[in-house]
């Protein structure tokens, strides 16, 4: 099989053609912030989830649950699109979001006996949960710090 002058100079044109076309790709820039590689356009929203201190309970309180919204009006209907899986071991958590305006809230309960609870300022005593919300900025390649601050 013998392949004609203009066939392969065809294919050689289309090979040359292509090899352009990918070299030309450009590489998406990549972010590296502690160790984590995010997307272009990614940052990282870093909440330092300090459990208050209550003189009448003090190994009572828990972590309950930390989620995130794209309005104050979805955070009202419930409507989250992350929670993250708390524990009372870790106390900062870190969530990768894209550039934007977001909002969060955590929440905390009393797990103590009798009236220590509601001593504590916790409606309905014992399981009552009390809840922090604040608004952030993402900003891309960067990371947003926050706490909430429990009354």
């Not at 409606?123 to 601050?149: E, H, N």
């Amino acid at each position: 099989m013998k392949i004609s002058s203009n066939t392969f100079l065809s294919l050689t044109k289309i090979l040359i053609f292509s090899l352009f076309l990918i070299s030309c790709e450009e590489d998406k820039p990549v972010k590296v912030i502690d160790g984590v590689t995010l997307p272009d356009n990614y940052g990282i929203l870093e909440i330092d989830f300090k459990l208050p201190a209550y003189p009448t309970i003090q190994k009572g309180i828990r972590r309950v649950d930390l989620a995130t919204c794209y309005s104050m009006a979805d955070m009202y209907r419930g409507i989250f699109f992350y929670h993250a899986n708390v524990s009372d071991v870790k106390q900062v958590y870190q969530i990768f979001l894209p550039e934007g305006t977001f909002f969060y809230q955590a929440a905390i309960t009393c797990t103590c006996a009798a009236d220590s609870c509601i001593t504590g300022g916790f409606p309905y005593g014992y399981g009552g949960m009390k809840f922090a919300f604040d608004k952030v900025d993402i900003i891309k390649g960067k990371i947003t710090r926050s706490q909430p601050g429990f009354q």
